[in-house]
Nanobody, 115 residues
Framework: QVQLVESGGGLVQAGGSLRLSCAAS?????MGWYRQAPGKQRELVAS???????NYADSVKGRFTISSDNAKNTVYLQMDSLKPEDTAVYYC????????????WGQGTQVTVSS
């Protein structure tokens, strides 16, 4: 079992910035963020591996940056140049390959971008 504790999020004007954090109870294998806007499916925002390999959704490339502190088992999502369409609940996730692969989820944090 892996526990995830998210922090950050909130309300910001368009063009502003926010930073999300997610601390895991064990070493990072693959972690990242999904988001879900009202009436829409959950979508992958960004991910990072223990080796530092990153992946981003096309919609956030150049604006969001994912990073990690392996010593703290924590990942960060720096969100810059935020747009109203970034408004969603952001969910941290943790994936590990044991037992065929398991995914754990954070509680979610609301990000609201006003125009």
């Amino acid at each position: 079992q892996v526990q995830l504790v998210e922090s950050g999020g909130g309300l910001v004007q368009a063009g502003g910035s926010l930073r999300l954090s997610c601390a895991a109870s064990r070493s990072i294998f693959v972690m990242g963020w999904y988001r879900q806007a009202p009436g829409k499916q959950r979508e992958l925002v960004a991910s990072i591996t223990s080796r530092g390999n990153t992946n981003y959704a096309d919609s956030v490339k150049g604006r969001f940056t994912i990073s990690s502190d392996n010593a703290k088992n924590t990942v960060y999502l720096q969100m810059d140049s935020l747009k109203p369409e970034d408004t969603a609940v952001y969910y941290c996730y943790y994936w590990i390959s044991t037992s065929g692969g398991n995914t754990y989820w954070g509680q979610g944090t609301q990000v609201t971008v006003s125009s």
